[in-house]
């Protein structure tokens, strides 16, 4: 395999989807398709960065799970545009539809890096095209829909009104799947498009926001920069070890696993993460006593149990490891943290 970049995106991109789940299948459902309970992914940041493939693959999982084929509609009826996250309130406050436009080309970088949209101008239209940068592996039609979902909520800021002019272009040619999308959204669906997308008339770019948004600042100032997408190989694996609650009970403690999330072989994983002089091995072991060091400081788990949670076997390799990342034992570095907390 040669050069790749690995695909990421947010977990804000997920919506309601557990919440959906949940409500459709009960907690079982949602710990059967993300591996996690529904408190969990409650807990996690919305800019935790996730592996576009695993994002996806669990769209798409999900419609099979609850025999829904547009659950991606459901997804995007769900929650407002501003829980994408800064980037989103920005664009939001743009002056016109058009700048709104522009914001979104600017911004959707630092949400995602396998998500691309453009404008394109043909005439008195304009059509917001939807296109996916290759390397994801699996079917993202309901990805595609939450998508096209969110554009229409963002059109609608600026012109409330979309029923005359706007509609919905599906590259999937499903008569059926047409049919169901117009009607659960309230515009005309055209099947078998050349790109998926909306199209509108280009005269509605000039339309200000139906309410005066707040001023807000760039957010490549703000939270961004402090939680950026990853930029290597290695991050890329470190954010698929971090994004677990236990990362060290479910089977992340595993390159073959890493590698199938980052849709990636181990064999380009190993050899990428060697051009860059680390190890998954050291890796690894730095995440398990980072995981560690959280539970000694925070928790009144024994060290024995802090050796299992952090994914020892036994007690003495983990005393082994703590005391070569750390240079001193677990005992001291608690002593030392409880000490310093009550400072």
């Not at 990421?8 to 009960?26: C, K, M, N, Y």
């Not at 408190?39 to 935790?48: G, H, I, Q, V, Y």
């Not at 890493?258 to 993460?273: E, P």
């Not at 959280?294 to 005391?323: I, P």
Request: glycine share 8%; hydrophobic share 50%; proline share 5%.
């Amino acid at each position: 395999m040669g050069q790749q970049e690995i695909l990421f995106t947010r977990q804000s991109g997920f919506g309601p989807l557990a919440d959906i789940v949940e409500r459709d299948g009960g907690c079982d459902a949602v710990l059967a398709l993300f591996g996690e309970s529904v408190e969990d992914l409650r807990a996690k940041s919305p800019l935790a960065p996730v592996p576009f493939s695993k994002m996806v693959a669990t769209y798409g999982h999900a419609a099979e799970l609850l025999d829904d084929p547009l659950i991606g509609v459901r997804v995007g009826l769900g929650f407002e545009i501003e829980a994408f996250g800064p980037w989103a309130v920005y664009l939001l406050a743009a002056p016109t539809l058009g700048a709104a436009m522009d914001r979104m080309q600017f911004g959707e970088r630092l949400q995602s890096n396998a998500i691309r949209s453009r404008v394109v101008r043909a005439g008195a239209r304009v059509r917001l095209e939807l296109s996916y940068r290759s390397g994801h592996g699996v079917s993202a039609f309901q990805h595609m829909l939450r998508l096209q979902v969110m554009q229409i909520a963002l059109l609608r800021r600026f012109q409330p009104d979309l029923s005359s002019a706007a509609e919905i272009l599906l590259t999937d040619g499903d008569a059926r799947y047409a049919r169901r999308v117009s009607d659960m959204l309230g515009l005309p669906v055209r099947a078998g498009a050349m790109h998926s997308g909306i199209e509108f008339p280009a005269a509605w770019l000039k339309c200000g926001a139906a309410v005066a948004p707040a001023a807000v600042t760039n957010p490549i100032d703000g939270a961004y920069r402090d939680a950026p997408l990853p930029g290597s190989v290695a991050d890329a694996v470190r954010a698929v070890i971090r994004g677990y609650a236990e990362p060290f009970e479910c089977g992340m403690a595993n390159l073959d696993a890493v590698a199938t999330l980052l849709n990636v072989s181990r064999r380009w994983t190993q050899a990428a993460l060697q051009r860059e002089g680390v190890s998954f091995r050291d890796m690894l072991r730095d995440a398990r006593i980072a995981h560690a060091r959280g539970l000694l400081a925070d928790t009144d788990e024994t060290l024995a149990a802090v050796a299992q949670l952090a994914g020892y076997a036994d007690q003495s390799h983990f005393h082994r490891a703590f005391v070569a990342v750390t240079g001193v034992t677990p005992h001291r570095f608690r002593v030392a943290a409880r000490a310093a907390a009550a400072e």
